[in-house]
């Protein structure tokens, strides 16, 4: 009976969407009524309310959808959706302050001479806008008001011109700040948090290990990685339509013709592009820059943006007028002027010290303030001139609204949908298919390319991906990133567009075309664009660096960057070193012999073993990496013998268990049974019949599992233990080595402090009984700080600070901090007389040695990657490694 629920509620949810019932009402109506309808007919003839649930009941799925939404959008750290109604904002303010228009004029100009110049220009100017407003329907009308026009009167051919408006229109789908980008990466937080539950149970099942590794984890999405991973991709598909313009007018220059233009390229003609290309190129930098760069959040690059755009709309609403430019050119003032007094200071307001520090906050409060001037001019110039900011803001908190609203009404039809087992009915048939997960996938993207006739992207985003995204991330042969699989779904969406009968840019251009263009004309235009879609999607499926590599590069730089050590990063951080000591080993063991020769005698007897135990380690380093590169080939060697028979087998093992699983619902219903009477041990006995069967089935389903199979997984398991066994020798030694090399190091590099704060002492001690107790004090301190800085000074730091206590603590003991002073200078001696001469004879050698080790066997122990290892680690990450002969 719950597929029958679930079949109505599919078909309520259709109904709805199709006869053009609001989408924000027709989601929680339809899992609104699907519920109650099941909860009334279980009264009815099951005498119970949950009699038709997958599990739950009707009160706990119709509060589920509100409950998950409260929760996942009401804590503070899942702020995602607060960049939503900034980002509308700034496109909304950019579209009514007609930047589109003088774009378009320009970019025409400027590319027109060349074969298609007018079709590139719309296409380069719809990626300009894409990254700036954002909005389809603004887009598309602006570009078909202005461009479509001058194309036809030019001799364009009417689908060419049509698709390619239409088409350059949607781009802002896909190019950040997008907020199909922003709703994707709320979605598939959750998800991937599913997923990586999903595949610990997997773990699980197929190891009996009760934790799984945490390489193996599902690592979640933000929005801005994928804004990041939607960069590369959007250029892509940019290219891709210029391409096919580029190529199409050469081949039928009748179809795209050049334009010549008839006026002068000289300083004015250059001025003017300036003017219309600068403002909006210099938005996108400070937006997605600083996103990219890791200076703001996707929310505060929303808000820059928001400020920004009301910067634009100040000058722009007053455009031809002498004081047009005056709010921008306060702004652009107030910001250098910032990053002046910012360059000079450290401008700290909870630690305002010195007269510098507050002449300094009071030059970036004079700045400030100046932005805000700029930003409040503009605003009322916004609001005086036509009304243009509660237009602005009228139209954002609709949009906003709905967004919202949308959201709300998918969770609880997703917790409908879960309710009446659509989920696992999903899962089920996904996981069945053979093919494994590039079949699942491709019917995944088949069936939303599908849904994009019929559905907007919003429906669809918030709709299917809760459904599908948790089923393929958790895949561990594929083990594809959220933020790869976000940008899939959102190249694939970005056609609902432009397919037929409800692409909304369509309908957009539709309205603004002239009566000489007819509708087939333009579904005959975009066909070729839909097609390009799908290249572009393709291109990005077959190389996923595309999208994972900016994302990794970014996290591997950023100031929160995980350290090298993490769990995650060791076998590309190993690849990295094995490749590094493969092309650098001579120079690195010939570094180590140099450090062997010098006399260690010069060292206390701890710390010269300390020094050999780390040459022994790092000499060692090379032959455990072979070792490692022995293991691992036994291993990849054994593996195409050995994937067939495990896919076979966990196929088995899977198959059973859902056997499992409808065994045991069916004796949870057994055990509920009531009654003595013949109706209740009828029931009794059909379950019983059927429990019976399923048990034989089950039984059948493992006997197929192939002979030796345990002998045959225990060897390849085997080889994989010795594999792992392998590298943690080779991270123990490389450890080892970097660290007992570098603390000897540390420790003689340290002979120089150590003369310089002999120095300060003895002028200290000289002076104690001249100076005021406190003076005297600070002066320790400093010395103390100093030695401080210096490794392995212990027996040093004790008596300075009891020296610095005496004076400073209580009545002031001069005696007391003399005699501790002198105790501190005799340690000082004792340190400096052995430090310095080893430092003369060891450091250069140590050092040298340390420096040429550090990036590479001792890369574990740096708190940070470098640049040039987090690039190679990152273009390593940025690719998805098979995982599944671990399950």
Known sequence: MELLFLLILILLMATALGSGYPVAFALPG??????????????????????????????????????????????????????????????????????????????????????????????????????????????????????????????????????????????????????????????????????????????????GELTMPSAFNVAPTSAGEMFLGAFVPGLVLVGLYMLFILVRALINPKAAPSVPYEGKYNAAFAGRVFIALIPPLALILIVLGSIIAGIATVNQAGAIGAAGALIMAGYKLKDGARSAFYPAILAIASLVAMALVRSQFEINVRSVDTVEDVLGLALMSTALLGLVAALVWSAWRALRIGDTLYGVMVETAKTTSLVFIILLGAAMLTAAFRAFGGEELVREFLTGLP???????????????????????????????????????????????????????????????????????????????????????????????????????????????????????????????????????????????????????????????????RDLSLLPEALARRAGQGFEAAAQVFDLVEQVRLAHATVEAATPAYRPVHSRVRSIERDARKVEVEISELQTRLDRVRGDDAEAEERRQRLRVRIEALTTEHDQRLARIPDGWDEIHDTFAGLQKAEDTARNSYRRAADSAYGDIAAVSAVLASADGLVEARGALQAVTGELDRLEPQEAADRIGEIEALVNALADTGDIRSPLSAARRALSEGEPDRAEAAARLVEARQALDAEAAWRVPAAAELLPAMSGLEEAIRNNIGLRQQPRFPREQALAVAGCVAHHRDISLSF
């Not at 509060?63 to 960049?83: F, H, K, M, Q």
């Not at 302050?97 to 027109?112: N, P, R, T, V």
């Not at 909005?135 to 194309?151: D, R």
Request: proline share 6%; glycine share 10%; charged share 10%.
């Open 435 to 597: 093919g494994g997960f590039w079949t699942q996938f491709v019917i995944v993207m088949a069936v939303i390319f599908i849904l994009g006739f019929f559905l907007d992207f919003i429906e669809i985003a918030v709709v299917v991906v809760p459904i599908v995204a948790p089923i393929l991330l958790a895949d561990p042969q594929a083990n594809v990133t959220a933020v790869w699989f976000g940008v899939m779904v959102g190249l694939n969406i970005q056609t609902s567009f432009l397919t037929p009968p409800f692409g909304f840019a369509l309908f957009y251009l539709r309205g603004v075309a002239p009566a000489i263009v007819r509708t087939l004309d333009i579904y005959k235009g975009v066909v070729a664009f839909i097609v390009l879609q799908l290249v572009a999607l393709a291109i990005v499926g077959m190389t996923p660096p595309l999208v994972n590599y900016l994302p990794a590069r970014m996290s591997l730089q950023a100031e929160t960057a995980p350290p090298p050590r993490n769990p995650g990063l060791q076998f590309c951080v190993e690849r990295y070193v094995f490749d590094t000591l493969a092309s650098e080993g001579d120079g690195i063991r010939r570094a180590i012999e140099q450090a062997r020769a």
């Open 30 to 207: 339809s899992a609104i009524v699907a519920v109650l309808l099941a909860a009334i007919c279980g009264y009815l003839f099951a005498g119970n309310v949950d009699a038709y649930f997958a599990h739950g009941g009707p009160g706990q799925w119709l509060s589920a959808g509100v409950t998950n939404l409260r929760g996942i959008y009401w804590e503070p750290e899942r702020d995602t959706l607060i960049a939503i109604p900034l980002f509308i904002f700034m496109g909304i303010m950019l579209q009514r302050s007609k930047i589109a228009e003088d774009l378009l004029i320009a970019m025409a100009q400027l590319f027109g001479p060349i074969p298609g110049g007018l079709g590139i220009s719309v296409v380069f100017v719809g990626a300009l806008l894409a990254a700036t407003t954002g909005i389809v329907g603004a887009t598309v009308v602006a570009m078909g008001l202005i461009s479509l026009p001058a194309m036809l009167r030019n001799g364009y051919s009417k689908p060419l011109a049509t698709g390619t408006i239409a088409a350059s229109g949607t781009l802002g789908q896909i190019i950040p700040p997008s907020i199909v980008l922003i709703i994707l990466a709320d979605q598939l937080g959750s998800a991937a948090d599913q997923a990586g539950a999903s595949r610990s149970a997997l773990y699980k099942q197929a190891t």
